[in-house]
């Protein structure tokens, strides 16, 4: 039975006929009455001996899982008690990746809230559609961050409060008030099927769709990939770059090593590749997750300072070029596991193995899931033609309130978007987005967004943005704009509309390439012909 009294997010999953179907084989997580993630989570490190175990790290203290569980407890306390939320209300979490940010969200899931985390580089707009979309009761923000949700809270006033955190966890409103908390406070309990989060992704409409996933979900996936591919282990020590906004990054750098009773180190600020490779070593980084741009830039920085503690490297993201698989193994003597995933169906679900890596490809669909190559019809094709990949498993595509949902999934499989074509043993092979999606350096950039920004610009009358090829980062943005009478193309007005962008987006959507044009190709009808510019040779 449901825990969740605010019924918001239930009231807007998409009918049965357009959900997935689910493979759960004989897990016995969906036909428990109760089941809180985080709470199954500290369970199954307490039964394996490892409470006093370390389990967050940063520059300025270590905590083990027994110390985090009391710290969570306290949490989801002040937030029920003195904050007088009720489980199913959402609640909005800013901040990079950190102790702070980590417990934040525990607490949060833990409480039987449904967590909303949100890139730190999001300006304002975005934070808005968030706000407006998921409808939040409380915002938890990083004491650096509070500017742009400040502004976005002033144009979209849902929230009762915003309360600022310390990222190295010395500070902080909600700490103090969580101290006068019994430290043994229960976790809420919550179905399987109750909501933990709401993840957003952005779409070729520009527009961004909001993933739900559940408490059972999470666990599932923690028994698929994880499992049967990475099979980390207890002494690893975890690290790596993606934010814990994503999905990708919630997974590998909370959710997973948790599974695992494994510790994750926080670094102080963003990554770079030279800081990287120097804390890797420092701090005897076992795993690695970070996107193929990082192990590019990384390779000649670890074949000169070797790390060798390090033992498995996760890339996703983005397609890994196999030059960067080569240059990687060659610098580190380790073979980088690759994988697709999506926000919809929560982490990876292809993947490479060690020791199974053969060229070119992507990899063997993940145990628990099923994949196929299929044609426009949903037909399965024979091996070695290219078609949409389809894929079923313990996760799948829930969007909250969006049309489409019908899309994404047809006939109980998920169309992630991508182009593959699958060989006679069984691996997968990536060719192409379907859509127009572009990712660039593991981020995802909608080009209408992006279209939609320029449009704003006093001397852009017409643009069209799409995905180039590029060695350093996969894809890169790059726009075509056609300008308004009177304005002539030039350097200085390519940097303004870059700045523009920046200004009004997150950083990475900002387009590094713009060309001027005359006018756009498009059909008699008007409609806008995007392949055109993708195999225009100014592309």
Request: net charge negative; aromatic share 8%; hydrophobic share 40%.
């Amino acid at each position: 039975m449901s825990a969740q009294v605010d019924r918001f997010v239930h009231e807007r999953l998409p009918p049965a006929t357009e959900r997935p179907e689910y493979l759960w084989g004989q897990a016995p997580w969906p036909h428990q009455p109760h089941l809180n993630v985080v709470q199954a989570l500290f369970a199954r490190v307490n039964e394996r001996g490892f409470a006093q175990r370390p389990f967050l790290r940063s520059s300025q203290r270590v905590m083990s899982y027994q110390e985090a569980q009391l710290c969570v407890n306290r949490l989801s306390a002040y937030l029920r008690h003195s904050l007088n939320l009720v489980p199913g209300n959402r609640v909005l979490l800013r901040g990079g990746n950190s102790m702070a940010m980590a417990l934040n969200w525990l607490a949060v899931v833990n409480a039987g809230l449904i967590a909303v985390s949100t890139m730190p580089l999001l300006r304002s707009k975005e934070l808005i559609e968030v706000i407006d979309k998921a409808k939040p009761s409380l915002a938890l923000c990083e004491d650096s961050l509070l500017g742009e949700l400040e502004t976005a809270h002033a144009v979209c006033p849902l929230m009762s409060s915003l309360i600022s955190f310390d990222r190295h966890f010395l500070s902080g409103a909600v700490f103090s008030g969580a101290a006068s908390f019994d430290d043994q406070e229960q976790s809420c309990p919550t179905s399987p099927f109750d909501i933990a989060l709401l993840a957003f992704t952005s779409g070729t409409t520009g527009s961004p769709k909001v993933t739900v996933h559940r408490h059972l979900d999470v666990m599932m996936s923690c028994s698929a990939w994880p499992e049967h591919v990475l099979q980390a282990r207890e002494d690893d020590v975890v690290m790596g770059s993606p934010p814990l906004a994503f999905t990708f990054g919630l997974g590998g750098l909370l959710v997973f090593p948790m599974y695992a009773g494994s510790s994750i180190y926080y670094p102080d600020g963003p990554y770079r590749p030279e800081s990287m490779v120097e804390m890797m070593k420092t701090q005897g980084c076992t795993i690695c997750y970070t996107a193929p741009t990082f192990y590019r830039q990384m390779a000649p920085l670890i074949e000169k300072s070797p790390v060798p503690s390090l033992r498995l490297c996760v890339s996703a993201g983005e397609a890994l070029p196999q030059a960067t698989r080569e240059a990687w193994a060659r610098a580190s003597g380790l073979a980088l596991i690759d994988g697709i995933g999506s926000t919809e169906m929560f982490h990876i679900f292809i993947s490479s193995r060690p020791g199974l890596v053969k060229p070119g490809a992507l990899g063997l669909v993940v145990p628990g899931y099923e994949a196929r190559v299929v044609d426009a019809a949903g037909h399965e094709l024979p091996r070695g033609q290219v078609g949409r990949l389809s894929v079923r498993g313990p996760t799948g595509c829930q969007y909250m309130d969006d049309p489409r949902q019908a899309r994404y999934v047809q006939g109980g499989w998920n169309y992630p978007g991508d182009l593959f074509f699958q060989d006679p043993e069984g691996y997968f092979f990536y060719q192409s987005r379907d859509d127009d999606m572009i990712i660039t350096s593991g981020y995802n950039v909608g080009a209408p967004e992006v279209e939609d920004t320029l449009l704003q610009h006093p001397s852009v009358a017409e643009c069209a943005v799409v995905g180039q090829s590029d060695v350093e980062r996969g894809m890169i943005v790059k726009a075509y704009c056609v300008l308004n009478p009177g304005v002539v193309p030039s350097d200085e007005l390519t940097r303004d509309l870059q700045d523009h962008v920046k200004r009004h987006l997150a950083p990475y959507k900002y387009p590094r390439q713009i060309a001027y044009l005359d006018h756009l190709p498009r059909t008699e009808t008007g409609k806008l012909q995007r392949f055109k510019l993708k195999q225009s040779p100014l592309s």
